[in-house]
């Protein structure tokens, strides 16, 4: 379980990451369009953690925990929208 800062910290740096990347729209799409399969890709990147981690770090299976919670998925979609106002 992750706390409440560090989960802050990870939606903070992942909203950061996609605003420099010009990804805000494309990250709001993918997101809405996979919402329902939230918990489904949560258990895709534990599944591939052990691939994933030398090119991510060691933050996969804290992302994965983020897309565990769908009411985490719905605050990560409203500071994304929020950047495009």
């Known amino acids: 379980m992750l706390s409440v800062r560090r989960r802050e910290e990870l939606i903070e740096g992942l909203i950061r990451r996609v605003n420099e ?4 729209a494309p990250a709001i799409l993918f997101l809405e369009a996979h919402k329902p399969l939230s918990f489904l890709a949560s258990q895709f990147l534990l599944l591939s953690q052990p691939t994933l981690e030398p090119f991510l770090g060691g933050v996969v299976r804290e992302y994965a925990l983020l897309l565990e919670d769908r009411e985490t998925v719905e605050k990560i979609l409203s500071r994304l ?5």
Do not use: D, N, S
């Open 21 to 24: 990347w010009g990804m805000v």
């Open 81 to 85: 929208e929020g950047l495009r106002r």
